[in-house]
């Protein structure tokens, strides 16, 4: 710290300034900042993560799709092919049910919006009584007008 003894401006008396000398302070910082950068490891770019091993396992295939769809006059349709009576429906429901569930395809069903509602409870009777376990309705905005 030093101290600066000027002329005063008129009273006869010195005036007495005083100035911090910063030029050691700043020696200082720039001493420890070097020593920071110095102590600081070394980054690495890479980072070193325990990945576990490439699956040999295929991927899961899409399931099997049966879309029944039961047009407005009561007509069941099993992808897209017109089955006779309620008996037919029974069969199909009958050959999905005695497969595996895990095998089981699934069962869409797509009812006009004009069809009578018994038709439809026929259908999803037949799919329980079958042990259908993978089935759901299916709104389709094409069909169901």
Do not use: C
Request: proline share 8%.
């Amino acid at each position: 710290m030093g101290m600066n003894v000027g002329s005063s401006s008129g009273s006869g008396e010195p005036e007495v300034l005083m100035d911090v000398n910063t030029t050691p302070l700043i020696d200082v910082m720039l001493v420890l900042l070097v020593m920071l950068i110095i102590t600081i490891p070394i980054q690495l770019h890479t980072v070193n993560l325990d990945m576990p091993p490439p699956s040999t396992n295929t991927p899961p295939q899409e399931p099997v799709v049966h879309t029944v769809m039961i047009d407005f006059d009561g007509t069941v349709y099993w992808d897209e092919e017109a089955l006779a009576n309620q008996a037919a429906v029974d069969a199909k429901m009958h050959e999905v049910g005695l497969l595996n569930v895990s095998d089981q395809p699934e069962i869409h069903i797509k009812p006009n919006k004009l069809v009578d509602y018994g038709v439809v409870a026929a259908v999803m009777a037949s799919a329980q009584r079958n042990s259908v376990k993978k089935m759901g309705m299916v709104g389709n905005e094409q069909y169901v007008k």
